[in-house]
């Protein structure tokens, strides 16, 4: 089944909107929670009735003190619904199972390749997904599927991966759908990355939020007003493909000098392979300078490394000026492998971004890196598939 494709998607309902503060204060009252949404305390009470038959939310016996009664708090209970959520990338795919909190049961990485194909990767990851379903106590009710690169939300598939090719031809959606008969939803990862820092990072759930994920490749998720802006089939957020150089090489999609070829960890790499990739300089064979060791060389402050760190993330701040400028959100989020250092990173960027965006957007713009100890992407995968079904909750909630 094919789920509709709007410009805004999930309108924020109401319930959502209770859910979410639910989620952040885990207690609470309807008096509090009235004030907070703007709803009517009848409004309240009515959605309350529907979560506490649901089972979301418990609400404490009621208790009288010499003060008179005591307002009595409502409680969340994430953990009677589980979702699966899965993180399609060029190196890997991520499996965890996640309950309605964000509170993770189970978790899996699976390494693929490209030179094994798009058929091997999927049976690796039918294998872990059928394995986390069937050893759960508790049968996940939805499973969100965060993609990398562009994905078209009105046929179903990938665009392109970079460096793996043969995503493409893969219904998702559909195909997920068929194999574990759980409600399936794809999003792309930026997305997924800006729903969660909205849900557990901001303090309002109707935030104006920034998610740049820039790992190979850069992706935009653009939450306004709480609800994710998705353009026409799904492509808003595509800006790694924007030129920041017009005399610059040519990218993989075509355009010249495109953000991606300069703000990314792959650009990072390939510039200190150039400056130290001689194994002259370094004793090593070019292929023994992974990813893995350049960031090990960021992290022990060797400084050619840590020189071409802050390059390439001054180019990903200049790059994203442009997209802060127009949406002057409250808040921009930086997350994903690019994120080496956290001060260094932090520091860095925030300079670019006050010497080149508009003053009166730079005053007040709340700018940080993903919450640590969790991978907003995944998790994220699992709060949109969440906020999708309470579009229509009679469908998949139970009332035992
Ligand atoms: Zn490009």
Redo the contacts with the bound molecule.
């Keep these: 089944m094919k789920h509709g494709v709007n410009q805004f998607i999930q309108k924020q309902n109401n319930l959502s909107l209770i859910l979410h503060y639910l989620v952040r204060n885990r207690s609470c009252t309807r008096v509090w929670l009235a004030k907070k949404t703007g709803l009517t305390q009848a409004s309240v009470g009515k959605h309350i009735a529907q979560l506490l038959e649901w089972g979301m939310v418990t609400e404490e016996e009621g208790i009288t003190t010499e003060k008179g009664r005591r307002p009595r708090r409502l409680e969340l209970q994430g953990a009677k619904y589980r979702s699966i959520s899965i993180r399609i990338n060029r190196d890997y795919i991520t499996c965890a199972l996640f309950d309605m909190s964000g509170r993770q049961y189970d978790h899996k990485q699976i390494p693929v390749k490209a030179t094994e194909g798009v058929d091997a990767a999927m049976a690796k990851m039918y294998k872990a997904v059928g394995h986390m379903i069937r050893t759960s106590d508790i049968k996940p009710i939805c499973m969100g599927l965060a993609v990398a690169g562009p994905y078209n939300k009105r046929t179903g598939k990938i665009v392109l991966m970079s460096g793996f090719p043969g995503w493409e031809k893969v219904d998702l959606q559909a195909e997920l759908e068929k194999a574990f008969s759980i409600q399936t939803f794809v999003e792309h990862d930026a997305v997924c990355g800006a729903m969660a820092e909205t849900w557990f990072g901001s303090s309002s759930p109707n935030s104006n939020l920034i998610f740049i994920a820039a790992d190979k490749g850069i992706g935009a998720g653009m939450v306004i007003n709480g609800n994710i802006y998705e353009g026409r089939d799904g492509f808003a957020g595509e800006f790694g ?1 924007s030129s920041i150089n017009v005399f610059g090489p040519q ?3 075509g ?1 010249l000098g ?1 953000l ?1 070829l300069y703000g990314t960890l792959k650009a990072m790499l390939d510039d200190y392979k150039d400056e130290v990739g001689n194994p002259l300089d370094t004793g090593l064979e070019p292929e023994e300078i992974t990813e893995e060791y350049f960031i090990r060389k960021v992290r022990e402050k060797d400084p050619t490394a840590v020189e071409i760190y802050k390059k390439t993330i001054g180019y990903l701040g200049f790059g994203v000026v442009g997209l802060v400028n127009t949406m002057s959100p409250d808040t921009v989020v930086f997350g994903d492998k690019i994120i080496i250092d956290r001060d260094l990173f932090i520091d860095t960027v925030t300079r670019v971004l006050k010497r080149y965006l508009v003053g009166e957007i730079f005053q007040g713009l709340e700018i940080r890196t993903a919450l640590p100890d969790m991978d907003s992407i995944l998790v994220g995968a699992s709060v949109i598939a969440f906020e999708r079904l309470l579009q229509d909750p009679s469908a998949s909630f139970t009332t035992d």
């Design positions: 493909h990218c993989e999609c355009n495109c991606e």
